[in-house]
């Protein structure tokens, strides 16, 4: 059964930093195009980055160009999201998705693309 855990978020100063994982187990991560999302109290969920399956081509939210940095190991069949200089704004609970098996090699943040979620770790930007 294919299965995403996302782990490592936490409550963090502004300016702060946290690398977020999303572990994939019951299927190959190499095979799938990964994205992270977020939904912020009263929000919609929105796309925040995605990658191709080699890690070739990554896609950022304007919001975050500069301080995101999506990463992935398909040994460690996980993905990570790197996250800095953390703003108030960012506070969020954040998803990892997976759209595949697929043969594409770019990648886009169409959540209706994405038919596998993880169950989200929440992010806290505060004083």
């Known amino acids: 059964q294919l299965q995403l855990v996302e782990s490592g978020g936490g409550l963090v100063q502004p300016g702060g930093s946290l690398r977020l994982s999303c572990a994939a187990s019951g299927f190959r991560l190499n095979y799938y195009v990964i994205g992270w999302f977020r939904q912020a109290p009263g929000k919609e969920r929105e796309g925040v980055s995605c990658i191709s399956r080699s890690g070739g081509v990554t896609n950022y939210a304007d919001s975050v160009k500069g301080r995101f940095t999506i990463s992935r190991d398909n040994a460690k069949n996980t993905v990570y999201l790197q996250m800095n200089s953390l703003k108030p704004e960012d506070t969020a609970v954040y998803y990892c998705?997976?759209?595949?098996?697929?043969?594409?090699?770019?990648?886009?943040?169409?959540?209706?693309?994405?038919?596998?979620w993880g169950q989200g770790t929440q992010v806290t930007v505060s004083t």
């Open positions: 998705a997976a759209v595949g098996p697929t043969i594409q090699v770019m990648c886009n943040m169409n959540q209706g693309d994405f038919g596998s």
